[in-house]
């Protein structure tokens, strides 16, 4: 009877072991631990734990008690930070709407239009513009400067950047007066374009570096080829299509359609291709006279010379 008391003992013994042991090992005790829950609109930022990548937002983290600093990251979207304290046994929730980002940029000198992947921003540096997803192209256009072309990664619409201009090698020539080429007064008819100067057309050394002249016969800037006058330079004009010639609107390529010679008359800029293959960006801003033998027709010009050869850029 003893003998079987003492087994009947140190089975139950044994048994009240092996339970509470495997009790321990499946219902651990986690006193100390407790759960981060973050959503966000939009989803699936990345989730950043005092600067550690813990995964997505809609994802479950556990924590050790206390206090941590947390950071959602998502492309094209501010970064945004937030404390959370983290309690044992509970789960604490948070729902972060993110705030669109901007990439911002600016310019030396200001006020260059930006075009973001060949459209038009609308939008002139200094500037913040939204960017696209993948890899996106910007250009910064001012008239008078080369236009400036760098990509970028959508990544980098947290950041900012300056851009200095790089100047065209442009000569501006105002208020240069040209007179009719049939006058009997001694006044200059020819325009010599690189050099802003106005020439006689019918005798002087400087005739023949002339590019184009005020035409009587049918009242035309013209070409300075002629056979009327045999001036060598021929020059070739184009209508372009606005009125204001600081509007940055670069020369298209001179070809078949370009004419030798645009009327007196006319209120757009025009462009003009010299013997020299050099582009130039002219307006008529003033005319006059007309009334007589000793008061010949007169016009005035405003133009852009471009000193580098075949370079369209105004």
């Not at 990439?103 to 459209?119: D, E, H, Q, R």
């Not at 035309?220 to 070739?236: G, H, Q, W, Y």
């Amino acid at each position: 009877m003893t003998k079987r008391l003492i087994f009947a003992t140190l089975t139950i013994a044994f048994l009240a072991i092996f339970t509470g042991c495997d009790n321990k090992e499946t219902n651990p005790l986690n006193p100390d631990t407790g759960k981060l829950f973050v959503t966000s609109t939009p989803t699936n930022a990345d989730v950043y734990v005092n600067g550690t990548n813990r995964g997505k937002t809609g994802d479950s983290l556990t924590l050790n008690a206390g206090t941590y600093s947390v950071t959602l990251k998502k492309t094209l979207y501010k970064d945004t930070t937030f404390s959370v304290t983290i309690v044992a046994n509970q789960t604490i929730t948070r729902n972060i709407t993110l705030s669109a980002a901007s990439f911002t940029i600016s310019s030396t000198p200001a006020g260059a239009k930006i075009y973001l992947n060949g459209v038009n921003t609308g939008s002139v540096t200094p500037a913040g513009i939204t960017l696209a997803l993948g890899t996106n192209t910007i250009t910064l256009s001012l008239s008078g400067y080369n236009d400036t072309t760098f990509t970028i990664p959508a990544d980098s619409a947290n950041i900012s950047r300056s851009i200095t201009l790089v100047k065209i090698p442009l000569v501006e020539y105002t208020s240069v007066r040209i007179y009719e080429s049939n006058s009997t007064a001694a006044v200059p008819s020819g325009l010599i374009l690189s050099t802003g100067r106005a020439s006689l057309i019918g005798s002087g050394v400087s005739k023949d570096s002339v590019d184009i002249y005020y035409k009587t016969n049918g009242f035309l800037v013209a070409s300075a080829k002629d056979n009327i006058f045999n001036l060598p330079r021929e020059t070739f004009f184009k209508i372009g299509g606005g009125t204001t010639i600081t509007d940055g609107e670069d020369s298209p390529a001179k070809d078949a359609t370009w004419t030798l010679s645009v009327g007196d008359r006319e209120t757009n800029y025009f462009f003009l291709y010299t013997t020299d293959q050099h582009y130039a960006k002219m307006k008529i801003t003033g005319f006059g006279g007309g009334t007589g033998v000793s008061d010949p027709s007169y016009i005035e010009l405003r133009w852009y010379f471009n000193q580098t050869k075949n370079d369209r850029k105004f």
